[in-house]
Nanobody
Framework: QVQLVESGGGLVQAGGSLRLSCAASGLTVSSAAMGWFRQAPGKEREFVAV????????YYADSVKGRFTISRDNAKNTAYLQMNRLKPEDTAIYFC????WGRGSRNVDDYDYWGPGTQVAVSS
């Protein structure tokens, strides 16, 4: 049974940093594309970042490029999202997801497994 569990969310002031973790069980993060998405109240879930399984390349939404960094630790079977210079518009529930085809997709529908999410709130 595959499980993804996010942690590390919280309340932070604008300009601050948080690191989100996604602990995986039932799959290995090195064999799947691991993505981060977010959903703000009243909005659709949107792509944030993804790291591919084969070459570890990272891709980002334009809104977070240069501020967020996605990574993974194969030994810990965990994916991360380092978020710096946070803005109030980054406030959302952040979800970790796994794409077993490793496509590095930005499309929500291409992901096979999802975590329950972790809340991030950025105050101005």
């Amino acid at each position: 049974q595959v499980q993804l569990v996010e942690s590390g969310g919280g309340l932070v002031q604008a300009g601050g940093s948080l690191r989100l973790s996604c602990a995986a069980s039932g799959l290995t993060v090195s064999s799947a594309a691991m993505g981060w998405f977010r959903q703000a109240p009243g909005k659709e879930r949107e792509f944030v970042a993804v790291i591919t399984w084969n070459d570890g390349r990272a891709y980002y939404a334009d809104s977070v490029k240069g501020r967020f960094t996605i990574s993974r630790d194969n030994a810990k079977n965990t994916a991360y999202l380092q978020m710096n210079r946070l803005k109030p518009e980054d406030t959302a529930i952040y979800f970790c997801a796994a794409d077993l085809w490793g496509r590095g997709s930005r499309n929500v529908d291409d992901y096979d497994y999802w975590g329950p999410g972790t809340q991030v709130a950025v105050s101005s």
